[in-house]
């Protein structure tokens, strides 16, 4: 294979029947449904700082997509088309292979189709930036909707990405790990490598819940972010808190930590008026999602996490910020 332009037909080329101009031309051109607004949102993943650079590339390709389709279902939004720049440091065909598999397979998935990107070397390891696009229509599930008395709902379980994380990094460090926690990683790695994206749960939101953030620097910070935005305050019960099941036997603030501060998540959390819990717990189960309702908005801002006997707990863990 010669070069870039051969790359891009090769791994980055396929139909796509929804677009009126795909990869290969200037620009890409599509449709968004007569009425709607266009959402869109993009993501960077480095080599060494958002991924390991011995993950499975079938895995990288999935998540890279992934993370993005979260944000557009943190927004409710219909996928209508993403962009893939990518810098790499050599040509590895093995690699490209199984990287645009994931890729390809994921957006098959959500009706994404892949419209358009940029391909270029990078001196300093693997770059990845993913552009998505989506339609939405008002009312929007923006963060600064919550309402005083919504209760705060969370999708799927919460937990194993973190430990998975962790796990891995001491793997890097050159720890070894005794059999328990090898078997531990094994059940909990694809939470981290290959997240489900709620793009369904998001759509079927719409008109239902008021502010909606996918979770993906922990739960806490990422509440955090509505509170703000929407100047309110909450209260959350640990006891009601969705645990990942193959973490559920670790100490128990240990297990809190990677619930309330894990990031990586990719579940949503929202809030929504009590008078629709039902139809919140119906949604849920026709799309096979456990949806768990965890606390509610206050008036009173600051955000209050407490025990069953409801004492509050304090020394909360904070999720990830790049710069801190
Ligand atoms: P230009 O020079 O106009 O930016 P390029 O030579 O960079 O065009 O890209 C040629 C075509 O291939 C464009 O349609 C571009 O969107 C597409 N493309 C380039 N890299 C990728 C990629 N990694 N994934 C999908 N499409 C790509
Ligand atoms: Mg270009």
Redesign the pocket.
């Given at each position: 294979m010669s070069g870039e332009f051969d790359l891009?037909r090769q791994y980055?080329t396929r139909k796509t029947p929804a677009v009126s101009v795909g990869?290969?031309?200037?620009c890409?051109v599509f449709n968004v449904p007569a009425g709607t607004q266009l959402a869109t949102s993009t993501d960077l993943l480095l080599e060494g700082r958002h991924f390991f650079s011995d993950v499975s590339p079938y895995a990288l390709g999935h998540k890279a997509l992934a993370v993005n389709l979260s944000d557009l279902a943190a927004m409710g939004a219909k996928p209508a088309g993403c962009l893939?720049?990518?810098g790499l440091p050599e040509l590895d065909n093995k690699w490209l292979e199984a990287f645009s598999a994931g890729f390809y397979d994921l957006a098959n998935k959500h009706a994404c189709p892949?419209i358009?990107?940029?391909?270029t070397r990078s001196e300093q390891g693997i770059v990845i930036s993913v552009t998505v696009f989506g339609s939405v229509t008002p009312p929007l599930l923006t963060r600064s909707s919550a309402k005083e008395n919504d209760d705060i709902w969370v999708s799927g379980n919460l937990g194993a990405a973190d430990v998975a994380l962790s796990l891995l990094m001491r793997l890097n460090r050159g720890q070894v790990l005794d059999k328990a926690e090898t078997a531990l990683l094994e059940k909990t790695r694809s939470c981290l490598e290959t997240p489900i994206p709620r793009v369904e749960l998001g759509m079927s939101l719409h008109n239902l819940a008021h502010a909606v953030i996918d979770i993906s620097d922990g739960l806490l910070q990422d509440l955090g972010h509505i509170l703000k935005a929407s100047a309110k305050g909450a209260v959350l019960y640990a006891s009601q808190l969705p645990v990942n099941p193959f973490i559920a036997g670790l100490d128990q603030e240990a297990v809190l930590k990677a619930v309330l501060g894990g990031g990586d998540v990719y579940e949503l959390c929202f809030t929504a008026p009590p008078a629709v819990r039902d139809r919140i717990l119906q949604k849920g189960s026709e799309l096979g999602i456990p949806v768990s309702r965890v606390g509610s908005i206050t008036a009173e801002t600051g955000l209050k996490v407490l025990n069953e006997d409801l004492i509050e707990i304090h020394n909360l863990p904070y999720g990830f910020d790049h710069f801190r």
């Open positions: 891009i980055f990869v290969g031309d200037d890409a893939l720049g990518i892949l358009g990107g940029d391909t």
